[in-house]
């Protein structure tokens, strides 16, 4: 890095090629050389016919993105699915320290806590307009995140530099997700995007071009692939209970996108096939709206690869082990106090309330305003340690509540999406004639 910053570099700033119908794609000049920390800056929506709105969500402006991918012509070299689900579980991954002071200025997310004068924590910088979304005639580029794509895209992590005489017609495509509720809390509103600009450093220097060239043999690197278990909705057809029973819903299901793979770290995040699970009274939707991973009460989660269970005793079936497990395979993680808990105290789940709510004078230590936060942080995380997986099983389990009178509590039972994210070994090859090869390990 440091010799390419020492020799002659041009920032380049290129403007989509393309966007319509929610994708936008950039192009990058052919027979060029780039520095890899390709970055989207001005990125950036606005809403109509409504005053601006706070972001509300811990992807921030990053929840625009639905999917993303680098392709040469028609090769795909690396792509990211779900890719605001996946960055907002990546801002989470820092020191308090650093989502407070840098991350949340980037991206706009809610993301790093304050202890307030009273003893409350809080959530994000809501009071700042920095972190509002505006109405169509808003230019004020201080809204707009930035974007580093090594962040979501591994191949660009893992090489130095892009040669467009090798990758002659490369192209990054980004497709905009029109879902309102992975910004604001409002859900009866609409969202554009603002076409956001592609930020390339180009390598002037010959000699250091020829250098680079001459030592690229092909690169191994990390892609995240992406499949999704769905746990069936359970509010309807089921026999009737007794107050204040939990009755437990089971789910095997073999999970089919990273077969004949080499596999490494994994997340897994529980989200809500509906909205109906999240949107509340007055046009608003709880917590960080559609990118969460949701506590579940009594939660129990294991994995069997090649036939061979991965988890003793139970497997992961306390917050406690959860939090342990997700450390030790992702590092740091920013959340919120019981973030991953069900509910707190004697603050149960509520037969017809979304989220557990707490009092503006709660001893806990959480301000009103982030009580729906709450259990909304429970992300999963686990080393498959280089396995090359043949067969890979989820068993899952959650507690379905009834309420004292014998209610469902209908979150609780609403269906999920198991969203799981996993680093699949994958290789670039050289011929030596100036040609490559992209596959799996």
């Not at 794609?25 to 060029?32: A, G, Q, S, V």
């Not at 009834?402 to 209908?410: C, E, H, I």
Request: charge should be neutral.
């Amino acid at each position: 890095m440091a010799s390419l910053y020492s020799t002659s570099l041009k920032t380049d700033y290129l403007d989509p090629r393309l966007n319509v119908n929610n994708r936008i794609e950039f192009r990058l000049n052919k027979d060029t050389a780039y520095y890899s920390n390709l970055r989207l800056v001005n990125l950036g929506a606005h809403i109509s016919g409504a005053a601006a709105k706070t972001i509300q969500s811990t992807a921030g402006l990053y929840g625009l993105i639905k999917n993303i991918s680098l392709f040469d012509g028609a090769v795909e070299i690396d792509r990211l699915t779900e890719a605001n689900r996946y960055l907002a579980f990546r801002n989470l991954t820092n020191t308090n320290h650093d989502n407070k002071s840098l991350t949340q200025q980037l991206s706009k997310a809610q993301v790093g806590y304050v202890l307030q004068s009273d003893g409350k924590i809080t959530c994000g910088d809501n009071n700042e307009t920095d972190f509002n979304i505006g109405q169509s005639n808003n230019t004020n580029e201080k809204n707009d995140a930035y974007l580093d794509l090594r962040k979501c895209l591994p191949f660009l992590e893992n090489v130095s530099y892009i040669d467009t005489s090798v990758f002659r017609n490369l192209r990054i495509i980004i497709e905009i997700d029109p879902e309102i509720r992975n910004i604001i809390q409002d859900n009866n509103l609409t969202i554009a995007n603002k076409p956001p600009i592609l930020a390339v450093d180009e390598i002037r220097d010959p000699s250091v071009v020829s250098n680079l060239r001459k030592a690229f043999k092909g690169v191994m690197f990390m892609a995240l692939e992406h499949d999704v278990v769905v746990v069936p909705d359970q509010v309807a057809g089921r026999a009737a209970q007794a107050g204040g029973t939990i009755v437990d819903q089971e789910v095997n299901s073999i999970v089919n996108g990273f077969d004949n793979k080499v596999c490494g770290r994994m997340v897994l995040m529980k989200a809500f096939s509906s909205n109906v699970a999240i949107d509340v009274a007055g046009n608003k939707c709880a917590g960080f709206g559609r990118l969460i991973s949701k506590a579940m009460v009594r939660e129990k989660i294991n994995f069997r690869i090649n036939g061979q269970t991965i988890l003793p005793n139970g497997g992961l079936d306390k917050p406690s082990k959860k939090a342990f497990m997700l450390h030790d395979t992702w590092g740091d993680f920013n959340m919120i106090h019981y973030g991953n808990q069900p509910a707190i105290g004697s603050n149960i789940p509520a037969a017809v309330h979304h989220f557990v709510g707490v009092p503006a004078d709660s001893h806990l230590g959480i301000d009103a305003n982030d009580s729906d936060r709450v259990g909304a942080m429970d992300y999963i995380g686990m080393d498959f340690g280089g396995r090359r997986i043949v067969q890979l099983q989820l068993d899952y389990t959650r507690g379905l509540v009834r309420d004292a009178t014998g209610v469902d509590n209908t979150q609780e039972a609403r269906g999920l999406d198991l969203h799981m994210f996993v680093e699949v070994q994958k290789t670039l090859v050289m011929d030596g004639k100036g040609s490559y090869l992209v596959k799996y390990v």
